[in-house]
């Protein structure tokens, strides 16, 4: 049987979501990069600025962005910062190219608030009705009819998964949803900053971005348009001195007396046939390293000493199911591949 | 000036508590540590265990326990598991020794409630009117009067410090507070557990004991005591790779319209002449590591977005303010000496 | 095309090398994992002890070591403690099936020396002449033939790999050669030990066994044999604060003026047909990061400064190539599949 | 009594060793800092840059480089790049300040050697002859008689404590010395570089250097100053993902057959009176966690396998004995101060 390859176009691509997304593509048996593109590191090979690549894409090397290359391809993942995909989106999707932005440029459809949050004006408000939220588990149908795929902010992911379920199923109250979120450094980026050096966030933890975060008018939307009404979500990240995973507790309190097996339940059924959510059984919890290197989310719910609070735990690694693998998994379903397609890597554990 | 010496013994003294408690000691002017105990060690240098005190403490080793030695002492720690101090507690006590205990014999005053969490029924109930818990901060005048001290566990010093004012002020609800606690592995003890091998805890971050654990009722309690009125409480801790430090974030409702620098000022006022909690300035955000190897609590506190939600960061150095620097100031006011004698190290950055 | 599955067993395999044999062979398109024993855990699923492996391998549990199922295999693998898989491969063998051992059981040939480091009688010598050193790029064509296969040690197949060719071509002498290696935690594997705590081995740095390693007397072997002549071998084992990675920095001294780009040139063509070997290009030096997860040894070789000292720099995964990666890339010789099959995996990076 | 006072000088000091700097003098009875110069932070206080310094130097902030100020300290330290202390001393040392250089400017007398590792012509040669290299243990003399002290390299300082005594006893070659070290991320500064990211470095280990270091040179010519011949060493450093922390393995070849015991005697006669060195019990194998926070250098030796080669492990805090508390240790001297005074802080462990 002869595989279909896809073409694919990474813009962006040298910081860690764009390594990380030739290190998922490299096993896929479908993809074909043709081009990855950087104006900063034009013309270095890709296994040169980041070495476990060496002896894959062997031929491939950045290059400057070019039109005509990138309009070749069937998808074009954006790897960039914020505001570079949506410079370059309209013209992609005339040209019949599906785009898929791991930035934040299309995450957020009220644009008022995406320009609050992010600072610019956005440059392409109309083709906000082609994109998709991609978080499939919540949105697949949307996915499907899409040119456009918001790949969700990592913290989104996990909390979205751990929460909606309840949300939606009214066991749990919209008034005060708390979520703390916890993630490795790897989740700052690849950029230069004396906050994120080894010598300063080793051995220290730290609550950041508690006056705000972007991923909090993100959840806020995405929670409103999951379950039809408004959620009051309280949200605060903070930094982990590891390079990947990502771990939300999610503090709700109960509507009605439900047990911890109902609960239960009602995560199992929303997960039941989702391949990459995984409940994990009542009375034990999730570790980030059960998930680290994998697409997947595993998900625990806690009823403490039978009140009326329930906790549930959800780990990611935010590299993978945070957003190169989620990315993968977006790429799988735009091109009706099975969805798990490239994305059956087991956790590294330890 | 000649230095009054305290004569001091050391209960247990092999696990972490007990070697963070000799550092300290270490440069304490008035401390003379006289004996130290273990049936497992003795015989053997503490240094020869803990080489970090090579060059300190070169003629002590680990002795058996004596009565006769012990109840020579002025003051009496305890780092042992729990169970231990209650038995040997009643006749040091009548010897005119006083007691710190780093466990948890006597840190619940309600009996049923310490033998539901702890196993085990209380062998010395009666002593409990000569305790105090030895928070200073809320609890210095029974402290002074104390011939027996609860020394806190880690999360209820960081938790109680940090939300302890706002809740006495009235400003936030008694019906909903989450704490969300997170602690270095050197917080599980030196005991030798899979759990806790570097292989295991590296890279990874997780909740524990989401389904109850014993510093639950222990804040309980402490809570009402302090404010007079019972808390509602959600308490989930979690594992940081990391070996020291211990963040808290504590996530509460608003009873009223109050600026953030309100809330600022609510903290500043309660702990303005307290040497060990620092009300960092309004904005800022505290690090486990602005306090590595010191006794100081650093604390913070949010409105997100102008909303009816509160959120207050506690950080401390567990093995410090967390357990050995918090029995040394308990111990400074037992002897009557200037509660930071000892304890002005500067925190370990980077 | 079918796939032609091999049957596989696992002896032993509760520890980390036992879970990455999972992990790999999860991947391997050949693989049919039979079963895997465990006395202490007999009964219990994989994927309970490693969740990790949740969602592959469902039916599989944990069994007593059945005589019957294991000879009904065509390969079994012994992630045991040394001196199990000696006493149970004289009858595997007999009844054709092939073994790999992880452990030490078969690593040195000469029963004086092995008896001597690991306090046992041999309990099989006469079997030692149908085992191979599973080291393929040294000794492929010995495995080909074999029916037992001695995966050697993590540190031997770093130093092993990083000098043998300059060694071979006369370019340095066999008088002198130091090898400082230096092993994350995993390397001490899954027992419960003090010294292996997190709060033990996290940021600190600390030479072991520098009176005498079981790798040394491997390596000796291993070096004469691929050689034709003995090594004056000097080894100090480090233990690193990580999980996975090992770095061997290896110095000899030139016995003729050779230069820097020579000694590369001998090193690419030792490796230049060799999958798992990467010698890097002259300048750069590798990270032990660069290899996390996969079956790769990375080596780059240094002439300080023109004088007349060599320094080499070696670096593997030792779960993967040092132990796991390199078991399988053996089965695979064995079975006479591509030696590539099932582990091309890309390292993970960061 | 009262205590003299020092008024000291620091010029940079947004570093590391900076902040160490202030750590340490922070319980150092005679010491005043009056003032703390940097252009970029000018202005700002200590604490706000350092947050572990809160409650501490509280009236200081940064300021601008003033002669007059600077000219009115006893002790003027330079925690500043390479290349800025040199401009500065001569004037200052006219005004009768005694300097201490932490970066290299006055480390290495020969200046063509000098120019070639730093790549700029000294602005000040003719002082040389009032420099001493600050290492106590092997030049106190030179320090007691100097105006301005050349604060050791972090390596040096543990290879040279390490190695010198075996050298001037001469049972070891000084035909081939090699010196692996190994140091947490601190090493490299505090300014932004991607290499030193936290997720580039953590879980990963790395030789760097290899071609040649700063550091070669200065051992060199101090070796040979400190046996009177010259040592054909070879030098590789290695990063290791802690923060703090340094290890040398040094290898070596006995000229003559001296048993182990030997070797510990000498060793242990070389340090017998210093505070600062700790020869461990023969056997024994220092961690660098053994000396965190303290101004210990620990020291084994080995003679493996009773052959003629000898290894000494030699373990440093960077920071303190590496920097900032040799520093504080050569100011005691040049202040005719016990010289452990301020510096008998207990190591960190866990």
Same mark, same amino acid.
């Given at each position: ?8 176009? #990474?813009?962006?691509? +040298?910081?860690?979501?764009? &390594?990380?997304? !030739? ?9 074909? &990069? ?15 600025? $980041? ?10 090397? $950045?290059?400057? @962005? ?10 074009? $993942?954006?790897? +960039? ?52 939220? %991609?978080?499939?588990? /919540?949105?697949?149908?949307? #996915? ?14 996990? #909390? !979205?998964?751990?929460?909606?379920? /309840? ?19 790897? %989740? ?16 220290? $933890? ?5 006056? %705000?975060?972007?991923? !909090? ?6 929670? *409103? ?17 590891? =390079? ?5 507790? #999610?503090?709700?309190?109960?509507? *009605? ?28 919890? @999730?570790?980030?390293?059960? &998930? ?8 625990? =719910? ?8 329930? &906790? ?29 397609? %490239? ?6 554990? @330890?």
């Amino acid at each position: 049987m002869e595989k279909t390859k896809i073409k694919i176009g #990474i813009v962006g691509g +040298t910081g860690y979501t764009g &390594v990380e997304l !030739l290190r998922i593509l490299a096993s896929h048996p479908n993809a074909d &990069v043709v081009a990855i593109t950087s104006r900063s590191e034009s013309g270095l090979k890709v296994a040169d600025l $980041f070495p476990n690549l060496r002896g894959h894409y062997d031929g491939l090397a $950045f290059s400057e @962005p070019s039109v005509e290359v990138l309009n070749a391809c069937d998808i074009v $993942f954006f790897a +960039t910062p914020h505001g570079v995909a949506m410079e370059m989106t309209p013209s992609l999707i005339a040209a019949g190219v599906k785009v898929i932005d791991l930035a934040a440029d299309f995450r957020i459809e009220d644009m008022p608030t995406w320009t609050q949050w992010y600072g610019l004006e956005h440059s392409c408000p109309d083709i906000m009705t082609q994109v998709a939220y %991609g978080l499939p588990e /919540l949105f697949r149908e949307e #996915i499907k009819q899409a040119k456009v795929i918001a790949n969700p902010g990592c913290y989104p992911t996990s #909390i !979205l998964l751990g929460a909606t379920p /309840l949300l939606k199923a009214g066991l749990v109250s919209f008034d005060a949803v708390f979520a703390d979120g916890k993630s490795g450094v790897s %989740g700052a980026g690849r950029g230069a900053k004396v906050a994120m050096l080894g010598a300063e966030m080793s051995e220290s $933890f730290k609550a950041y971005g508690a006056a %705000g975060h972007r991923h !909090l008018p993100e959840m806020q939307e995405k929670f *409103q348009k999951a379950t039809g009404q408004a959620v009051d979500l309280t949200f605060v990240p903070h930094l982990v001195p590891m =390079v990947r995973g990502m771990e939300s507790s #999610i503090y709700m309190t109960l509507t *009605q007396d439900v047990s911890e097996a109902e609960l239960q339940s009602v995560l199992e059924a929303a997960y039941q046939d989702e391949p990459f959510v995984d409940v994990m059984p009542l009375g034990s919890l @999730p570790e980030t390293r059960m &998930v680290k290197g994998s697409n997947m989310c595993r998900i625990a =719910v806690y009823r403490p000493a039978g009140g009326n609070k329930v &906790v549930v735990s959800s780990v990611i690694d935010n590299l993978v199911k945070g957003a190169a693998g989620q990315a993968v998994q977006n790429m799988n379903i735009l091109c009706d591949l099975p969805e798990t397609t %490239g994305l059956q890597q087991v956790a590294l554990m @330890p």
